[in-house]
């Protein structure tokens, strides 16, 4: 399941990980969730460097898949109008990166089998990040 960093930011994902990252779109900016199939066919046929999910982050809320980071956006003037706006973004880019450095780890690619196993518990995906991502978690092996 792992990937290069640089295939992950250039190149098609697969499905799983591209319901991965929509799955943090809809826990953390309220994505629709009517969107999904539509972002998951655009992240998986080819390079898709931006994708407008909008959600709470308004009209500008879009998905990024460059500079060698995932992020989200929103326009900054909408940003200025509703601060909480600007939490929302941090709490997404934080999960965004925790979840391609799971992806994009070739020396534990166990922690995808931890997210993974967590997510089908029913955990957020924060939840399933944090314990996929944690040292300290002993987990036994499957």
């Given at each position: 399941m792992t990937a290069t960093t640089h295939d992950l930011i250039r190149g098609a994902l697969t499905i799983e990980q591209a319901n991965a990252v929509f799955d943090v779109l809809v826990?953390?900016?309220?994505?629709?969730?009517?969107?999904?199939?539509?972002?998951?066919?655009?992240?998986?046929?080819?390079?898709?460097?931006?994708?407008?999910?909008?959600?709470?982050?308004?009209?500008?809320?879009?998905?990024?898949?460059?500079?060698?980071?995932?992020?989200?956006?929103?326009?900054?003037?909408?940003?200025?109008?509703?601060?909480?706006?600007?939490?929302?973004?941090?709490?997404?880019?934080?999960?965004?990166?925790?979840?391609l450095t799971v992806l994009s780890d070739d020396d534990t690619p166990v922690s995808w089998v931890i997210y993974e196993q967590v997510r089908r518990g029913g955990a957020t995906v924060a939840e399933a990040l944090r314990l996929a991502t944690d040292p300290d978690v002993d987990w036994p092996m499957w």
């Open positions: 826990e953390v900016a309220a994505a629709p969730v009517g969107m999904r199939d539509n972002f998951v066919h655009a992240q998986t046929t080819g390079h898709c460097s931006e994708y407008r999910f909008q959600g709470v982050l308004g009209f500008g809320g879009k998905f990024w898949r460059s500079s060698n980071r995932w992020y989200v956006t929103a326009y900054p003037e909408d940003v200025v109008a509703q601060p909480g706006r600007q939490a929302v973004i941090d709490e997404a880019d934080g999960l965004l990166n925790k979840l």
